[in-house]
């Protein structure tokens, strides 16, 4: 399984991989915090910056993760 890493830039400009994605990038790709946290993409809950290549990176990384269907149908109890 791949996983997703968030960029986080440093004072000089200088990029590193960060310990997970803020709030913001998370909630602009669409997604809620429980959702990220199943699809078991990092929240770093201090951080408040929302960098728009993050953001591209969660979208992109949900492209990939498109549900796939088993064929079978759930049926409803007759009641």
Do not use: C, H, W
């Amino acid at each position: 399984m791949t996983s997703v890493k968030p960029l986080v830039f440093r004072k000089g400009g200088k990029q590193r991989y960060g310990r997970g994605f803020s709030r913001g990038e998370v909630r602009e790709a669409g997604l809620s915090l429980k959702e990220a946290l199943k699809l078991k993409i990092p929240i770093d809950l201090r951080r408040k910056t929302a960098y728009k290549e993050n953001v591209a990176a969660i979208k992109e990384f949900l492209e990939g993760k498109k549900p796939v269907s088993t064929g079978k149908k759930r049926r409803k109890p007759k009641s």
